[in-house]
């Protein structure tokens, strides 16, 4: 996200969509490519989201959590970082009904991991 934070984010966004394509390209198990995946797609739903790209973000965001959901174990914390993420992107979009719900889900995941709140961006 180096490209983000220097504001090069039309540059970013086309890294991260060549990122995504490879991954589903390369064939990796089942389990790493949604987990690389679910990476990407959040990602790009923040860079798009930067750009004003606000379909498309929401599309992204939606992917990654989608994508996180069947992951196990450890990367509970993605999976609630996904959730959190469209629920932020939800209430800057001022829709509060539904965005309670991920980012209390996000909370649910986390609460028996000890964790208060995911990181998120």
Same mark, same amino acid.
């Given at each position: 996200?180096?490209?983000?934070?220097?504001?090069? $984010?039309?540059? +970013?966004?086309? &890294?991260?969509?060549? +990122?995504?394509?490879?991954?589903?390209?390369?064939?990796?198990?089942?389990?790493?490519?949604?987990?690389?995946?679910?990476?990407?797609?959040? %990602? &790009?739903?923040? *860079?798009? !989201? %930067? &750009?004003? !790209?606000?379909?498309? +973000? !929401?599309?992204? &965001? =939606?992917?990654? #959590?989608? /994508?996180? =959901? #069947?992951?196990?174990?450890?990367?509970?914390?993605?999976?609630? @970082?996904?959730?959190?993420?469209?629920?932020?992107?939800?209430? $800057?979009?001022?829709?509060?009904?539904?965005? !309670?719900? /991920? *980012? @209390?889900?996000?909370?649910? *995941? #986390?609460?028996?991991?000890? $964790?208060?709140?995911? @990181?998120? =961006?």
């Amino acid at each position: 996200m180096a490209y983000r934070a220097l504001g090069r $984010k039309t540059e +970013a966004k086309e &890294l991260i969509s060549s +990122a995504c394509n490879m991954i589903r390209r390369e064939g990796q198990s089942i389990k790493a490519q949604h987990s690389e995946l679910a990476m990407m797609l959040g %990602n &790009l739903g923040i *860079v798009c !989201e %930067n &750009l004003g !790209e606000d379909d498309l +973000a !929401e599309r992204y &965001l =939606r992917d990654a #959590v989608d /994508f996180a =959901r #069947v992951k196990p174990g450890k990367s509970q914390i993605d999976y609630a @970082r996904t959730l959190y993420n469209l629920g932020s992107f939800l209430i $800057k979009k001022d829709r509060y009904d539904e965005a !309670e719900s /991920f *980012v @209390r889900a996000a909370r649910d *995941v #986390v609460r028996p991991l000890g $964790k208060i709140s995911p @990181r998120s =961006r």
